[in-house]
């Protein structure tokens, strides 16, 4: 029923933002000729620009931009929607169990580690102050850690 469900959970798959950073966005804060979203502030106090994908893009553009917000209440505009119903309507349709909305930011942070970004990236990515809080995907650096071995050791004797 909420056409902005589908966007909003690919930007947080393809962003891992948090969920109160995407309903605080703002029109004004996407510009998507630079395929780029600007948060103000995030759980840390501290603004983060988040790269856009394309097939983000393309759905963002397919929006109404009437109102200040980007994933607004259709009562009050000025206040985030609460798609909580929703979203556990679309996991029951799914059939997904035991499964929240800030799962999709560990989903990002898997994906990453496993197309062989660094912990590094992957933190800067989730706006991690700590690398401690991007540890826990360091098993899914397997593939990235060998390549990265075999790079620089493959031909030692």
């Avoid at 395929?35 to 929006?63: D, F, G, I, Q, W």
């Avoid at 826990?136 to 071995?149: F, M, N, S, V």
């Amino acid at each position: 029923k909420w056409k902005k469900l589908y966007p909003l959970v690919l930007l947080a798959i393809t962003t891992g933002a948090r969920r109160s950073e995407l309903m605080k966005l703002t029109w004004s804060d996407i510009c998507l000729k630079k395929n780029l979203a600007y948060l103000k502030t995030s759980k840390n106090h501290e603004p983060r620009t988040l790269p856009l994908t394309n097939s983000v893009c393309r759905e963002l553009l397919k929006l109404d931009r009437h109102h200040q917000l980007v994933f607004h209440s259709d009562r009050i505009p000025s206040k985030p929607y609460d798609f909580t119903k929703l979203w556990k309507k679309a996991l029951r349709k799914a059939e997904i169990n035991d499964f929240r909305f800030h799962d999709l930011r560990h989903t990002c942070a898997s994906y990453l580690a496993q197309g062989g970004a660094s912990l590094l990236e992957i933190a800067e990515i989730l706006g991690h102050r700590q690398i401690q809080m991007t540890k826990r995907y360091a098993h899914l650096c397997i593939t990235h850690k060998k390549q990265l071995i075999s790079k620089h050791f493959g031909n030692m004797e």
